[in-house]
C-alpha cells in the first residue's frame, strides 16, 4: 500500500478557509489543540531562506522553542526578535526593532515573518511585513483567545498612535494562521475575559444562535473547556472570514466587527494604552453601544440587561472610566469610521445584524452618564 500523499494529523485540526477577491486569493486558518508539534500544520508554507519569528518576552519563554524546532525543518535560517510587551509599546520603536533586525541580519524578499504571540504582536508583525522591501510574507501564530478569534484572521495590521488607536497601518493578509488550542492554557484568566469579548460580539452582529451559544456555554469557556474554546474560535473565525471575504478593505460591511469599538477606543486612548486591555474597554464600549441601539429605537429595551450580564459574567468591566464625556466625543471623533468630523457607530438593527447609524452628541452624552464611573 502507497503512503497517503496529503499530510496526516494526529489531532485533526478544523480549517476555516478565507477566501478574498472571489477565491482569488485566500488562506488556511488552521485551529486544533497540539499544533505546536504537528509537523504537517507547517507543510506547505512559503519557500525562503531564512524566517524571523516576531515574538515577545512573556511569549517566547513559553513556545519559541517549539516554533523555533518545527522551522527548522523548512528555513536554513531562523532568527529571532524579541518585542517589550504590552499595549503601550504597539509603536513606531518596536516596529523599528523588527526593522533593525530584518537589515542587521541583511534579510531578502522572500523572507517570511512568524508572528508569535497575542494581538499586539500580530498587528505589528503583519505591518512590518507589509512595508519591508515593500512586502514580505507573513504567518500568523496566535497564542491568545483574542488573537484566536479575531486579530489574527483578515489583515488588518497597525500601530497606535498618541492621539488614536491603530491610526497607522495597512491591510496586509497573512499566508496562514495556525492557532494551537493548548497555548491557551497559559493564558492569565484576565487575558481569557478579554478574548471573550470579541467573542462575544460576533453573535449580535452575525449570528443570533451563536450568542445563544455563548450564555449557554460561558462558564465552559472560563473553565478553559477545550472543546468549547475549539468551537467558538472555528465560529468566531467563520463568522470573520465570511465578512471578511466580502468586504476586505472595510468599504461597508466589515465595519460590523467594529461592534462596541468606537467607545471602547476611546477608552483605550484616553487612558493612555495597557491601563484597560482591548478586550476589556471593547465589552465595555458594546454595553454603551448596546444603550444607543436601545435609546435608537433599533434593538428591544431588554437587549440591554442582555449584554450587560454576559459581559459582566464573562469578567469585564461594564463601567467605563471617568474621562468626561466631552473627551469621550473628542476621542470619538478621531475614530477611522467618523467621517466630516460626524461620529458614526456600528449597532445591531435586530439580533445578528448590524449597521452604522450616527447619533446626537446629547444622546450619546446620555449613553455616557449611565455606564461611566
Ligand atoms: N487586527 C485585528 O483585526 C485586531 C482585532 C482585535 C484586536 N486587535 C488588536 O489586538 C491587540 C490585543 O490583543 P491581545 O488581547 O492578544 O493582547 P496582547 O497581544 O497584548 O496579549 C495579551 C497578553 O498575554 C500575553 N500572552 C500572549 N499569549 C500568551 C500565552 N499563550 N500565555 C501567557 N501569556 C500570553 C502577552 O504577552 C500579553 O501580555 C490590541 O492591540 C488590538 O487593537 C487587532
Ligand atoms: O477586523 C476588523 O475589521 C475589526 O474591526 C476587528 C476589531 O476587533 C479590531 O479591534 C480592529 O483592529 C479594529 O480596527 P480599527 O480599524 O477600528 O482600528
Ligand atoms: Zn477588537
Same mark, same amino acid.
Given at each position: 500500500m502507497t503512503a497517503p500523499k496529503t499530510p496526516s494529523f494526529a489531532v485533526q485540526p478544523q480549517i476555516v478557509p478565507i477566501a478574498l477577491d472571489e477565491g482569488q486569493r485566500g488562506y488556511d486558518i488552521l485551529i486544533g489543540a497540539g499544533l505546536l508539534d504537528e509537523a504537517a500544520a507547517w507543510e506547505g508554507l512559503p519557500k525562503a531562506a531564512a524566517a524571523l519569528i516576531v515574538s515577545n518576552e512573556t511569549v517566547a519563554p513559553l513556545y519559541l522553542a517549539r516554533l523555533q524546532l518545527r522551522l527548522a525543518a523548512q528555513y536554513a535560517r531562523v532568527e529571532t526578535v524579541l518585542l517589550p510587551d504590552g499595549?503601550?509599546?504597539?509603536?513606531w520603536a518596536s516596529l523599528n526593532l523588527i526593522f533593525d533586525h530584518l537589515l542587521e541580519t541583511a534579510s531578502d524578499r522572500k523572507t517570511v515573518l512568524f508572528a508569535l504571540g497575542g494581538g499586539v504582536i500580530g498587528d505589528m508583525t503583519g505591518f512590518a511585513a507589509s512595508v519591508y522591501m515593500r512586502g514580505v510574507p507573513f504567518v500568523q501564530v496566535p497564542t491568545t483567545l483574542l488573537a484566536q478569534v479575531?486579530?489574527?484572521?483578515?489583515?488588518k495590521t497597525a500601530i497606535n498612535h498618541p492621539l488614536g488607536k491603530n491610526m497607522l497601518g495597512a491591510f496586509y493578509q497573512p499566508a496562514r494562521v495556525i492557532a494551537d488550542l493548548d497555548t491557551l492554557d497559559s493564558l492569565p484568566q484576565r487575558e481569557l475575559s478579554a478574548g471573550l469579548a470579541e467573542v462575544i460580539k460576533y453573535g449580535p452582529i452575525a449570528d443570533a444562535a451563536f450568542l445563544a451559544w455563548i450564555e449557554l456555554n460561558l462558564d465552559a469557556l472560563l473553565a478553559r473547556d477545550k472543546s468549547a474554546l475549539a468551537y467558538a474560535v472555528k465560529r468566531c473565525c467563520e463568522i470573520k472570514a465570511w465578512v471578511v471575504g466580502q468586504d476586505e478593505r472595510e468599504q +461597508? #460591511?466589515?465595519?460590523?466587527?467594529?461592534?462596541?469599538?468606537t467607545f471602547g477606543h476611546a477608552i483605550e486612548t484616553g487612558l493612555g494604552y495597557g491601563e484597560w486591555l482591548h478586550g476589556e474597554a471593547v465589552g465595555c464600549g458594546m454595553v454603551m453601544a448596546s444603550d444607543l441601539a436601545v435609546r435608537l429605537g433599533l434593538?428591544?429595551?431588554?437587549f440591554l440587561p442582555r449584554m450587560r450580564t454576559l459581559i459582566e459574567r464573562a469578567g469585564l468591566p461594564v463601567v467605563g472610566p471617568a474621562l468626561g464625556a466631552q473627551r469621550y466625543l473628542e476621542l470619538m471623533?478621531?475614530?477611522?469610521?467618523?467621517?466630516g468630523g460626524a461620529i458614526r457607530f456600528v449597532l445591531?438593527? +435586530? #439580533?445578528g445584524k448590524a449597521g452604522m447609524h450616527a447619533a446626537p452628541d446629547d444622546l450619546v452624552a446620555q449613553v455616557l452618564a449611565s455606564h461611566v464611573a
Open positions: 499595549e503601550r509599546y504597539k509603536d479575531d486579530s489574527s484572521v483578515g489583515g +461597508g #460591511l466589515r465595519a460590523v466587527l467594529n461592534f462596541g469599538h434593538m428591544p429595551g431588554e471623533r478621531v475614530d477611522k469610521k467618523a467621517e445591531p438593527e +435586530g #439580533l
